[in-house]
């Protein structure tokens, strides 16, 4: 059975620091996404990544995917308030199977 | 807007009551899904259309009883409810079912059973 596991589920940071997701997964799998949901509003595709060393970026947010070490990392830059979210990683298993997330609070 | 559309947003009903949820997607995808989030608890994945058909249904009880008459809508029946069926279901969309692309979600309906 696939499981996928984040960490921290919650983090409280300053503006301006970085700080890095973990998402660690326990089978096989070249296939990973990472979603953003701010509350109440619905889940937001950030990256999907789909090959082991894949690394993408989009303004302050990069991930990239260690297929071998079946982990992949959402690194946030000089965090900014508006970044302050839930953010999910999900494994492609033949179906999504979901982290808990990881709830973001940016401290301006 | 998101491309996925569920109504209504918030819901209250009773144990004995019945009802319906309801997603259409403007997007063109071919597989649709049913996800059930509930506070601190992954997202559980309920049931997956492809074309149509039910391509998977994740052990959830009958009181669920999921509806896809075409490619652009899904439903979701409501009877007999319980109190932990209470959550955020949420509705999304994706071009096919195991394709690299992304799922699109919608902003889910807050189900409450009284």
């Known amino acids: 059975e696939l499981k996928v596991e984040q960490n921290p589920l919650f983090l409280s940071m300053q503006e301006g620091k970085n700080y890095t997701i973990y998402c660690n997964y326990s089978?096989?799998?070249?296939?990973l996404y990472w979603y953003r949901q701010d509350p109440g509003k619905s889940l937001e595709s950030l990256f999907v990544?789909?090959?082991n060393g894949a690394v993408k970026q989009e303004g302050r947010l990069m991930a990239s995917l260690d297929t071998k070490a079946r982990l992949s990392t959402l690194h946030i830059t000089a965090a900014v308030h508006d970044l302050s979210a839930t953010y999910f990683c999900?494994?492609?298993?033949?179906?999504?199977?979901w982290g808990a997330g990881t709830k973001l609070i940016i401290k301006p | 807007e998101t491309g996925v559309t569920q109504t209504p947003r918030h819901l209250v009903m009773g144990m004995t009551n019945k009802k319906s949820l309801k997603c259409e997607q403007h997007?063109?995808?071919?597989?649709m899904y049913w996800y059930k989030q509930s506070a601190k608890k992954p997202l559980e994945l309920m049931f997956v259309?492809?074309?149509?058909?039910?391509?998977e249904n994740n052990s959830v009880p009958s009181r669920f009883s999921p509806e896809c008459p075409n490619s652009s809508h899904l439903f979701l029946h409501l009877h007999t409810l319980q109190p932990e069926d209470s959550a955020l279901y949420l509705c999304?969309?994706?071009?096919?079912?195991?394709?690299?692309?992304?799922?699109?979600f919608g902003d889910g309906t807050r189900l409450s059973i009284l």
């Open positions: 259309y492809s074309l149509e058909e039910r391509v």
């Open positions: 999304a969309s994706s071009q096919d079912f195991h394709s690299n692309q992304p799922q699109h």
């Open positions: 997007l063109g995808h071919n597989a």
């Open positions: 990544l789909l090959s």
């Open positions: 089978t096989t799998s070249d296939r």
């Open positions: 999900a494994v492609e298993n033949y179906q999504l199977i």
